[in-house]
């Protein structure tokens, strides 16, 4: 029997996808304004952290809503989050000339680079091991175990983006809010769940 709604992964990859098509026609044609590296170094770590977080309601809305879709659509969410973390790395490392004792020098004394690389390196290998065969080869348990590092990469994203800003803070605690709003309702659907089975 067919899933329903077919369209809904293709539509997720193809409207993930468009806002890295924009930035890339914007640096084109040079409409980033004065410092364009600076520009879309923010709106690529701000997809990814959008896309994180949006991973993360998935299971919410199906403890609060009853939605059921969400979850069909988690792993490409997850997916376009990694995309966006690497494609903002690697625009960083191409500012700094792609010089790797550039970025361990930035790792050491600058902390918002230290938790961007840290969240980038734990995203590794939950993108590596998204896939059905790795599920099967470590088990179901042991893999929703490993992916649960998905709140850490989230949380640091968050905490990356706030040590960034150097004024106005607004924004970054607004996603950190959510990302605890989130993480908070898992939490209690946990707790329950394991009364209930008590």
């Excluded at 199906?62 to 659509?73: A, S």
């Amino acid at each position: 029997m067919a899933k329903p709604t077919p369209w809904l992964v293709p539509a997720v990859w193809t409207g993930g996808a468009m806002p890295a098509f924009a930035l890339a026609v914007q640096l084109g044609q040079d409409a980033l304004g004065a410092n364009p590296v600076s520009t879309a170094l923010n709106r690529l770590g701000l997809l990814a952290l959008i896309f994180l977080t949006l991973t993360l309601a998935c299971t919410p809305a199906k403890t609060l809503l009853g939605w059921v879709w969400p979850q069909r659509i988690k792993r490409q969410l997850g997916l376009l989050g990694f995309g966006y973390v690497c494609l903002h790395l690697l625009m960083y490392l191409g500012d700094q000339g792609f010089s790797l004792g550039t970025m361990l020098d930035d790792v050491a004394k600058r902390p918002f680079i230290t938790v961007g690389v840290l969240a980038w390196a734990l995203l590794v290998p939950l993108a590596v091991t998204s896939t059905d065969a790795w599920v099967k080869r470590l088990t179901f348990v042991q893999w929703k175990q490993l992916h649960r590092l998905s709140y850490v990469c989230t949380v640091l994203g968050g905490i990356h983006f706030f040590l960034r800003v150097k004024k106005d803070v607004t924004e970054p605690v607004l996603y950190l809010a959510a990302v605890g709003a989130l993480l908070a309702v898992r939490a209690v659907a946990y707790v329950r769940k394991r009364r209930q089975a008590a």
